[in-house]
Structure formats: C-alpha cells, structure tokens
C-alpha cells in the first residue's frame, strides 16, 4: 500500500462464534453483531473500533515488555503483512505450548489458498506473553480467574462460544510495526471458539479444531468475507454474499459475475448463486465460510488476495535507484516471491519496445546489452506484474498488483 494511505474499516456483521463440533460437526453458528477494523496500514499506528469493554479487573493490567520472536521473515516488514501469535492464560511453564499451539496454528493457516501461495507476503511473529495462572474464562463458568494479560473469556456479547481479548490490551503487548500487522490470539483452552474480522482474531489454542478454525476466522479478518452458512445475518455487504441471482449479476455486473460458471477449487461444481436459509446467495455450494475444513471459493480467493495488495506491493525495489546511469550497469528488480511454480511477471522495454532480458528469472537486465552510442540516450522500463487468474477485476490489477520502475541510460 503507497505510504500515507490509512487502512480502512472493516464492516463486519460477526466476530464468527463457532458451533460446538459435539452438536454440529464442523458447522459455523451466528455470533452476535460486532463493528471491527482491520490494523494497518504500513507504518501506521495500530487501530481499534469499538472493542468489548474491559472489566475493571482487566484496565487494572499493564502490558510489560514480553519476549518477542520472529518465527519466519519473508522480507522487509514495510512491504509485508505481519501476523502476531499472543497466548492469554499460559504460565511460564506452558509457554513450550503455547508455542507449539502458536506453529501449528500458522502453519495451518498457510496450507490453504490463497495463503500457501502468497506466504511469502507475510511475516510471522510471536509474542510470548506470561500469564499469573493458567488458562482463562470459560463458557461453563468454570470458576477461572478473569485476571489473564489479554483479558479473553467466552460468553463474549452473550454468546457462548464467542471468545473475545481486550484488544487494547493486546494492542500493547504487540507492539506498532514497521507495515500492516494482523493480531492473532490464542487462549490456553481447549474449548471449541473462537472470533474473526475484529481487531484481534481469536482461537482455543488447544481445540483439536483450532488450525480449521483459524482458516475461517482469517477469511474474516484479512479477506473481510461473510459467514456462508444458513444462520447467518442477512447482511450482504461482503464480497461473497450477495441479495441478487446469477442471472442479475450478469446483467448488472455486481458481486461475482466474473466468476460465474467457473469450476469450483474443491470440485464441487461451479461458481454460482446458491441460496442460502437466510436468503442470501452464495458463490458456491459449499466454503470454508460455511463449513470447517473446506477451501475459500473462487470469489473468496480473490477478495483475500486484493486486501493483500491493498497492503503489499508486489515489488520490494529496484537497483540502482530508479534515474540516471550509466552504461554498463546491470538494472535490478527485486519481485516478491510467490510459493510454487509461478512467480510474478517481469516485462522489460527500452524506450517503449519490448526487450528480452539477459537474466533466465527476468528480474535484471545489463545495460551495455542495448549498445548506446557515447552520448545517446534510452529509457529502460521494469514492470512486475502479478498475472494470476485469481484475480478477475483487471482495473484491480492493473492499479495494485502492477509496478513499474524506470532509468535513463546514457551511452
């Protein structure tokens, strides 16, 4: 995202409660309406939106420094987006689990796409936050102490399995970054919850359901996606939810129409306008969005990954600077990686024609290729270019998954 521009609010109609998996196996049940904001923009300061109030308990902590680790650094954290594991309720003693709890949780996060893709756009760090006593509010009223750093506890809003933190409070043990950070915490419980689309997402880190959980939380928060299951509000303002049919979309050009017809990732058919209880439409018959464990369809995918680009530029830099050079020079531009055989497309001109680069990867191009005259002039263009077809919306594309840099070279 170009420096200065500010995050926008995430409007969103559920911090996702979760369905108890004894009474629904893997089905997403409604939590209670939450506004929430998604942190950001690089190098802005971190934002919170109408967060749960905290108990006079929980104003009374203080977030001191706690032991920061960064687990994996994809590149500089100005052009990536960082995801910060917290733990609420682990002792000293059980910060080998909440550590264990914390990899897991990532790792499965970054085997579904379009995360395992696009993983080397983020960052992940973990903050290994020390609680008084071990474990947090449950929703049985199990007696707990409520006096946990982060502040989490079931019955968030009234509702059972939402579990929220103190954004605040965990706003402080993160830290400001130097890009976007996303904050993710998880609770020493093994409780089946958990929360999306705030300004922290949650998670039990001990449910056996945590990394499906957490691949659904995150479609909230960073794809700013709506639940696609049955119970759900009647709030379509979400890229995958719609109040009108396939055949309105087309002729209205609204919501998926790029994708209609397209066969699903997961074989289940193809992208449509499937209804659902609540009498909205969906893109396709089943998602992650709507069923634990399943795959982010097609309209989803890409909504994820243009709230990427909205924070990540495609291109890390150029060298030398872009300007003046001379001849020989090797020009550079340093794309960001993507995971597996694609990578992002680097095109090469002088003064406006099409070039083939010396370089087999495409990303440098040696100046005394051109063969100046002492005295002449040229302009050489780089431009990167994420070509995937995941994304559909090619004005989208060419404005934030696009790049280019330019020199003058003088013979």
Same mark, same amino acid.
């Given at each position: ?124 760090? +973990? ?84 990394? +499906? ?199």
């Amino acid at each position: 995202m170009p420096s200065g521009t500010h995050g926008r609010f995430v409007r969103s109609t559920a911090a996702l409660v979760l369905l108890s998996a004894a009474a629904l196996p893997a089905v997403l049940e409604l939590a209670a309406p939450s506004p929430s904001t998604v942190i950001g923009p690089p190098a802005g300061p971190l934002t919170d939106h109408a967060a749960p109030p905290r108990t006079p308990q929980q104003a009374d902590l203080r977030a001191p420094a706690a032991p920061t680790v960064d687990i994996r650094r994809s590149g500089d954290p100005a052009n990536r987006i960082t995801l910060v594991l917290l733990g609420d309720g682990y002792t000293e003693e059980q910060q080998g689990v909440f550590r264990e709890q914390a990899d897991r949780a990532w790792r499965a996060l970054m085997e579904i796409e379009p995360f395992r893709t696009y993983q080397g756009y983020f960052n992940i760090r +973990r903050v290994d936050v020390v609680s008084p006593s071990a474990g947090i509010a449950e929703s049985e009223s199990t007696g707990r102490s409520t006096r946990t750093p982060l502040g989490m506890h079931f019955w968030c809003e009234g509702t059972a399995r939402l579990l929220c933190a103190d954004e605040s409070a965990t706003a402080r043990y993160a830290g400001e970054g130097a890009g976007p950070q996303y904050l993710i915490a998880l609770a020493n419980s093994s409780e089946y919850g958990g929360a999306g689309g705030t300004g922290v997402t949650t998670l039990a880190g001990g449910s056996p359901d945590a990394g +499906r959980i957490i691949q659904h939380e995150i479609g909230h928060t960073v794809g700013e996606l709506g639940d696609e299951y049955d119970s759900a509000p009647d709030d379509a303002d979400y890229p995958n939810l719609s109040t009108v049919d396939a055949d309105q979309m087309r002729r209205t050009k609204v919501k998926w129409w790029r994708w209609l017809d397209a066969p699903s990732p997961d074989g289940g058919g193809t992208v449509g306008a499937y209804r659902s209880a609540n009498g909205l439409y969906r893109p396709t018959e089943d998602s992650v969005m709507r069923t634990l464990g399943g795959s982010y369809n097609l309209p989803s995918r890409e909504a994820i990954i243009e709230q990427v680009y909205r924070r990540v530029r495609p291109l890390d830099g150029a060298s030398p600077a872009p300007g003046e050079v001379g001849t020989p020079t090797r020009l550079t531009v340093r794309p960001l990686q993507l995971t597996g055989a694609r990578q992002l497309r680097v095109d090469w001109t002088v003064d406006g024609v099409a070039v083939e680069p010396q370089a087999p990867d495409r990303t440098w191009l040696d100046t005394a290729s051109l063969g100046l005259a002492p005295g002449h002039r040229a302009t050489v263009q780089a431009t990167v270019t994420d070509s995937t077809d995941w994304v559909r919306d090619e004005g989208f594309r060419q404005e934030f998954m696009t790049r280019s840099v330019s020199w003058t070279v003088t013979g």
